[in-house]
């Protein structure tokens, strides 16, 4: 019998809730204790409504009882992941609902996309500042290149200023769907223990632009939804600290790093 891996541990939560944030954007959030993060997920209804992650595989049930009670599978048109990694699209059973596409960055597609077994080919990818309507609403893709992945890109819904950073921004443990706390240190702090960027280059880059967004409210997919009032003191964290890898993932030191 093959030795079973440490890695099958798939991310699992007890409770997983909706909270509508703003009008008709839906924050789907469990928290995962042994991870001491939340996994977020965001369902924007529309004429054509688009679900944003679709949680890890782990939760993926749960996840989908929640979008169902705000609109039937059948009508949901798009899947968005914002970069190749299980908790961006886990749960890829939703791509099994009729008529549903991927959506996703032309990177993502070029590198990951094509030439694996089995994944789902039908799916529409994007370029920088190239942008998607789903009826009231805009959608604008930006790549965000080496923010934590090659393929990274962020989401920046124009009609309500919503800014989807994916795992830019994120604060551990479970708060209110969105905090009026300001735990940039925490999140800082989460950053260096966990080594998710490589350098701060890119990613002080990427936050220039988004605080030129102005966006009224920025949806992380760990953590709480972040208000423009505070956005700033998350922002200027980033600006202003280190907290780019230094030997430590996921928590643990890799000894062969001095
Ligand atoms: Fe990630
Ligand atoms: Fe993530």
Not at 51 to 68: A, D, F
Not at 118 to 137: L, Y
Not at 184 to 206: C, H, K, N, W
Request: glycine residues 6%; hydrophobic residues 40%.
């Amino acid at each position: 019998m093959p030795a079973v891996s440490k890695t099958t541990q798939f991310p699992k939560s007890d409770r997983v809730t909706a909270s509508e944030i703003s009008d008709g954007i839906y924050r789907i959030s469990g928290f995962v204790e042994s991870y001491g993060i939340t996994f977020n997920q965001f369902l924007i209804v529309d004429e054509q409504p688009m679900l944003i992650h679709t949680g890890p595989i782990g939760m993926y049930k749960q996840i989908e009882e929640r979008v169902k009670e705000i609109v039937p599978l059948e009508k949901l048109s798009y899947v968005a992941f914002l970069h190749f990694e299980a908790d961006e699209w886990g749960g890829m059973e939703f791509l099994q609902s009729k008529d549903v596409q991927l959506v996703c960055s032309d990177l993502s597609s070029k590198l990951n996309l094509a030439g694996w077994y089995d994944i789902p080919v039908n799916h529409v990818s994007f370029w920088d500042n190239e942008t998607m309507k789903t009826g009231k609403r805009k959608f604008r893709f930006m790549m965000t290149p080496h923010v934590h992945h090659w393929d990274s890109m962020m989401v920046y819904e124009e009609s309500t200023k919503s800014l989807f950073t994916s795992d830019l921004f994120i604060q551990p443990r479970i708060n209110t769907p969105v905090i009026s706390q300001d735990l940039s240190q925490q999140m800082i702090e989460l950053y260096r223990a966990v080594g998710i960027f490589a350098s701060e280059g890119p990613v002080r880059q990427t936050t220039k632009r988004l605080l030129d967004l102005h966006p009224s409210m920025v949806y992380p997919m760990h953590g709480s939804c972040i208000d423009n009032g505070l956005f700033q003191n998350y922002a200027s964290a980033i600006m202003n600290q280190s907290f780019a890898y230094s030997g430590r993932l996921l928590g643990q030191k890799l000894e062969t790093v001095t």
